[in-house]
């Protein structure tokens, strides 16, 4: 069985920034698409960025250009580096495996880590 942890969130003022990190257990990363979600308060989870086995990224429109995707299969884990942070930004943050383009593999999400940006 897959497990997924995030960590990485916190408190950052507008215009910093954060590197959140996944670490992938129970499979071998190698082969498949990971990918980050997050839910704003009262809203639903989102798509944010996903990237292939082989370095091909997608983003959502809103963090394109401030968000950089990255993995490493080697110690199976993911990271998202988050720049110019703004309070919409403000969400709880979760990794997953991905099936191309967006929808999130497993139903069940781990607890995420809370991201959230103040003005």
């Known amino acids: 069985q897959v497990h997924l942890v995030e960590s990485g969130g916190g408190l950052v003022q507008t215009g910093g920034s954060l590197r959140l990190s996944c670490t992938v257990s129970?499979?071998?990363?190698?082969?498949?698409?990971l990918g980050w979600y997050r839910r704003a308060p009262g809203k639903e989870r989102d798509f944010v960025a996903s990237?292939?086995?082989?370095?091909?990224?997608n983003y959502r429109s809103l963090v394109e250009g401030r968000f950089t995707i990255s993995r490493d299969n080697a110690k199976k884990m993911g990271f998202l580096q988050m720049n110019e942070l703004t309070p919409e930004d403000t969400a709880v943050y979760y990794c997953?495996?991905?099936?191309?383009?967006?929808?999130?593999?497993?139903?069940?999400w781990g607890r995420g880590t809370q991201v959230t940006v103040f003005s």
């Open positions: 990237i292939t086995s082989d370095g091909r990224t």
């Open positions: 129970g499979s071998a990363l190698g082969g498949k698409t």
């Open positions: 997953n495996l991905v099936d191309p383009p967006t929808d999130p593999v497993f139903g069940s």
